[in-house]
């Protein structure tokens, strides 16, 4: 991934912001050719460096419960617990962290779920599974699309970024609107006229229902990169204690800095859960030191350190997938 230059990175920068950006727009935006760019992106993606998927509001469906589970681990089984986690369909995201747990997961359950069944009878009958601790989220306040680009020194533009999904009613997407998410669902750069040929409806129907439910926010399109493949060195998960009353106020003072991709309030020890990628860990270093310092409420912090994220947006990620493959198919600690 360090081989990667200057070009390439702001290329999958774009990307992060708006995973369907034509390649013009991404070559009018960072000062190169189209062709330079469709040929860079299209090895960037064959390579495994980025995911573009479609995917539906999480409570198309109807209401979930989404929780944040930390997870012990039996030495040497973290990666092997890891790909049992990223094989269940409700399990949203997996990493492999640093810190007092060895693996961060996010469950995304119907409210009617036997928790029970997931949380216990699944998850610690895994091998090597030990202790786990979930935490109830409360509400997302921030989920950002361009922290990719704080490293950049202003050398690549900020296209648009796609629209944050409302509070979408059950039924707002029929068994037609979810083919076309499911055909889209690992390629969200798929071409109407692929999907349409695929689904066997007309082109003109894919680009209408696909448009209109991201305009609705019943959809939304998500692009994963890893951090390292831009360069950045620190990509962090904190909890944070935060004095009751101070909460919003913490959360929107956080929700301004570009370097957080993520906050949500949680019902647990911590009261904030917070996602933050820099560029370098001096940047992390004054992250701490300074911005955490400087912002009244916050009471104390711990962390992890993201080593390896298996899982995001429900699919498993492709620069993950050989190390996970080769952990299931090795013997059980």
């Not at 693996?103 to 895994?126: H, M, S």
């Not at 300074?290 to 993201?306: E, F, K, M, Y």
């Amino acid at each position: 991934m360090n081989d990667l230059d200057l070009l390439d990175r702001q290329i999958l920068a774009e990307l992060n912001v708006n995973g369907r950006a034509s390649w013009t727009d991404i070559a009018q935006v960072i000062g190169t050719s189209t062709t330079t760019v469709a040929r860079r992106a299209q090895q960037l993606i064959g390579d495994g460096m980025i995911c573009v998927a479609a995917l539906p509001h999480l409570e198309h469906d109807g209401p979930v419960d989404i929780f944040v589970v930390r997870l012990t681990c039996a030495p040497g089984s973290q990666l092997r617990v890891a790909g049992e986690l990223a094989r269940y369909p409700e399990i949203r995201f997996v990493a492999v962290v640093t810190g007092g747990q060895d693996i961060v997961f996010e469950l995304v359950a119907p409210k009617n779920r036997d928790l029970y069944t997931i949380l216990v009878d699944y998850v610690q009958r895994i091998p090597g599974a030990l202790h786990s601790h979930a935490d109830l989220l409360l509400h997302t306040y921030k989920v950002s699309y361009d922290w990719s680009l704080q490293s950049l020194d202003g050398s690549a533009g900020n296209l648009p970024a796609p629209p944050v999904p409302h509070t979408c009613a059950p039924g707002h997407l029929d068994d037609v609107d979810m083919d076309i998410l499911g055909a889209m669902r690992t390629d969200g750069r798929a071409s109407f006229q692929s999907v349409a040929k695929r689904l066997g409806v007309s082109e003109s129907t894919v680009r209408r229902r696909f448009e209109g439910m991201i305009e609705r926010g019943c959809a939304t399109v998500a692009t994963f990169i890893p951090a390292s493949a831009l360069g950045y060195e620190a990509e962090v998960l904190f909890w944070l204690s935060v004095e009751p009353a101070r909460l919003e106020s913490v959360a929107e003072a956080l929700t301004e800095l570009r370097g957080v991709r993520y906050i949500s309030a949680t019902l647990g020890h911590a009261s904030l859960l917070c996602e933050v990628i820099m560029p370098t860990t001096s940047d992390l270093h004054r992250f701490t030191s300074r911005t955490l310092a400087g912002i009244s409420g916050i009471q104390s912090w711990t962390a992890g350190v993201n080593m390896l994220t298996v899982k995001r947006g429900f699919l498993t990620l492709p620069w993950a997938t050989a190390r996970v493959t080769a952990a299931l198919a090795g013997p059980t600690p």
